[in-house]
């Protein structure tokens, strides 16, 4: 996992990089919120969505829903970057539709979008 802080519109934020899995449970979320804050001080992160076991996008799991709690009881906002139109079942569709509404986890397909996005929260 390679993370690197940059600055947009004053806002500092993590885009992390990297082949594997790092996120596929609660405490691996959590560890991974510790390592970002860490190395960055940022609590705007940018991630790919091959970073994310595949149950995180299984919503019968409830993976996702425990994991993205973390995130917004530890206030960082997460854009996940990838494409989503792969994913056929209409509950995870319009959960992503649901959270691309708010402000705290947004769903995109670039990054550079999600940098976008995440420097005017």
Do not use: W
Not at 1 to 17: F, H, L, Q
Not at 44 to 71: C, H, M, N
Not at 80 to 107: A, H, M, Q
Request: glycine fraction near 6%; hydrophobic fraction near 40%.
């Amino acid at each position: 996992m390679n993370i690197r802080k940059i600055s947009a519109n004053g806002n500092e934020i993590a885009v992390v990089d990297g082949d594997g899995i790092c996120i596929s449970d609660v405490q691996s979320a959590l560890d991974f919120m510790v390592s970002v804050d860490y190395e960055t001080g940022s609590h705007s992160v940018v991630i790919r969505k091959e970073a994310f076991s595949e149950d995180f996008f299984i919503l019968s799991t409830r993976i996702a829903g425990e994991i993205l709690q973390k995130f917004i009881t530890y206030q960082f906002k997460l854009a996940i970057v990838g494409d989503f139109s792969i994913y056929t079942s209409k509950p995870l569709n319009d959960f992503i539709y649901e959270c691309n509404k708010g402000r705290d986890i947004l769903f995109v397909s670039t990054e550079e979008d999600a940098i976008e996005k995440l420097s005017r929260v």
